[in-house]
């Protein structure tokens, strides 16, 4: 049974940095596609950034240039790294997985970013809530 398990959001001031981690078990991190999405009040679920197996990444034109999305195999975990925060990244965090190596849901371009489907994700955290006050 996979299960995803998000950590570390909280509230951080306008220009500050916060990092998100995702613990996986029954599933294994470097092997398929992951990715983080985010959610917040009255809006629809948006991604925020993908890896593939391997190792590439892709990022929504929102957060591109200031959240780095990595992973740890040893600990079969994955991670975002928020900087820059501004106050419109105040949302609930989710990890999410799918079931291939290369990410499926994905249109956009390096230079335009990205955006993300969240029916192709068949795995998700219970997420974990990030605030950004000015």
């Known amino acids: 049974q996979v299960q995803l398990v998000e950590s570390g959001g909280g509230s951080v001031q306008s220009g500050g940095s916060q990092r998100l981690s995702c613990a996986a078990s029954g599933y294994t991190v470097s092997s398929y596609c992951m990715g983080w999405f985010r959610q917040a009040p009255g809006k629809d679920r948006e991604g925020v950034g993908t890896?593939?197996?391997?190792?590439?990444?892709t990022y929504a034109d929102s957060v591109m240039g200031r959240f780095t999305i990595s992973r740890d195999n040893a600990k079969n975990s994955l991670y975002l790294q928020m900087n820059q925060l501004k106050p419109e990244d105040t949302a609930m965090y989710y990890c999410?997985?799918?079931?291939?190596?290369?990410?499926?849901?994905?249109?956009?371009?390096?230079?335009?970013?990205?955006?993300?489907?969240?029916?192709?994700?068949?795995?998700w955290g219970q997420g974990t809530q990030v605030t950004v006050s000015s």
């Open positions: 890896i593939d197996s391997d190792g590439t990444t």
């Open positions: 999410a997985a799918q079931d291939a190596q290369l990410c499926g849901g994905v249109s956009g371009t390096r230079e335009g970013g990205y955006d993300y489907n969240p029916a192709d994700f068949h795995y």
